[in-house]
Structure formats: C-alpha cells, structure tokens
C-alpha cells in the first residue's frame, strides 16, 4: 500500500507566475483535501476534492484552483503568485463512503515565491 | 466561529518525563478531534483521533487523548517522553457539515522539545 505522494518536493517561482502542485492519493482514497501552512503556523484549509468535483473550499481566492483526475490524483493550481503564498503545500487523502475516515498527509510540496 | 487553540507554543520536557499538551476547541456540533504531529520538513502524521465513544483513546507511539465535553478540551499525553518525541504537535477539529466532516481546522501548534 502506498502512501500519498506529492511532487514537486521544492520550488521556487516570481511573483506573477503560475504553478501546478500534484498530489497522489493513498491507494483505496477517492478524496483529496489541500492545505498551506505558512511558517509557524497550522495548515489552513485550501479545498477538497471528491470524484471529481470540489466538495468545499476555505478562504482562499479563486487564484487558487484546483482538479481531481479519474485516478483520484489532484493539482493545485496558483495564478498571479504573491509574496505571500510562499508556504508548505500539503495534500491529504482520505476515503469518503461508509463511515468516518481520517485524512492522511503527505509530505507536502515547499514553495518559495521571491 | 470554529476554531482551535494550543496554549502552549513552546513546551520544553526532559526525556522520561510525563507530557501533556493542551488543546481547545470551539465548535458547535459534535467535535471530530485529531492530535498530529510533524517532523521538520515533514508532513503531518496522525497520532490518534475521538470520533465517538469511550473518551480516553490511544494512538500510536505510546500517545492518549482525553476528549472532555464540559471543557472543550483535548488534552495529549504521554507518560514518558523520548528524545525521537521532539516535533511539532497540532490538534485539529473535523468540519464542514452535519455528521461529519470535509476540512480539518487545526491549531497554532505546540513545539516540543526534549532535553536528554
């Protein structure tokens, strides 16, 4: 069984530009939430994502979007990038059906954006 | 409004010493509570989770949680501390809609460090 995996590891981006984030679920998850956590901080909740379609978002702008493929993977997309968006990306899986299910992590995506 | 407080940022123990970390939280349904915990540079491991039931559950790495309503508390523990203990621990509270939950809402976190 393996875990959720997220790519890039690091990167670094200008104000302005844009960036894709990628995400792979735990095998046997079909839903897919995304977090930022900003040094010091607790993560905050980006949005998640259930076949397919985004089942709730937080309070982030609409700059920040994202998609679920059939496979159950995701991106997180970031247009115009702002100073402030320099965080750690993470991506948590879970299983939505019977029953109350934790969200695993993964090992989250740094983005500096300078 | 939802949310979750960890009063204490920085909590410093020695190894083989007891621990306790606070958290509480504010929510007006019934709580869906998590304690996890990050490595530097890491993700987020879960330790433990309350759902319903008994009050008092156990996690992994010799970790329990007491979930008491009364206090909107949800109080880790660990009744000796080993120097691999040394993280980040966050609480968080499970929300989003009646019956269960989509977003998890987590707390500043609390950095504990141990001294050998």
């Known amino acids: 069984e393996t875990g959720v995996t997220q790519s890039p590891t690091h990167l670094i981006k200008t104000r302005g530009q844009q960036v894709t984030l990628r995400c792979s679920s735990q095998?046997?998850?079909?839903?897919v939430s995304w977090y930022q956590q900003a040094l010091g901080q607790g993560p905050q909740f980006i949005f998640q994502?259930?076949?397919?379609?985004?089942?709730g978002r937080g309070n982030f702008p609409p700059r920040f979007s994202g998609l679920q493929f059939p496979n159950y993977s995701s991106e997180l997309n970031v247009n115009a990038l702002e100073l402030d968006d320099s965080a750690l990306y993470l991506c948590?899986?879970?299983?939505?059906?019977?029953?109350?299910?934790?969200?695993?992590f993964g090992p989250g995506t740094r983005l500096t954006v300078t | 409004a939802q949310s979750v407080t960890q009063p204490d940022i920085h909590i410093t123990v020695s190894e083989g010493a007891s621990l306790e970390l606070r958290c509480n939280y504010s929510?007006?349904?019934?709580?869906?509570l998590f304690w996890y915990v990050q490595s530097p540079g890491q993700g987020l491991q879960l330790l433990l989770k309350?759902?319903?039931?008994?009050?008092l559950v156990q996690g992994i790495k010799g970790f329990e949680a007491e979930f008491k309503r009364s206090q909107s508390s949800f109080n880790l523990r660990k009744p000796s501390v080993h120097w691999s203990d040394a993280a980040e621990y966050f609480c968080?509270?499970?929300?989003?809609?009646?019956?269960?939950?989509?977003?998890?809402?987590f707390g500043a976190g609390t950095r504990l460090a141990v001294h050998p």
């Open positions: 095998s046997g998850h079909n839903t």
């Open positions: 309350y759902f319903s039931g008994d009050t």
């Open positions: 948590a899986s879970s299983f939505s059906g019977q029953g109350l299910k934790e969200q695993y």
């Open positions: 929510y007006g349904a019934t709580p869906y």
């Open positions: 968080a509270v499970g929300a989003g809609y009646a019956g269960g939950y989509n977003k998890l809402i």
């Open positions: 994502y259930y076949r397919e379609e985004e089942n």
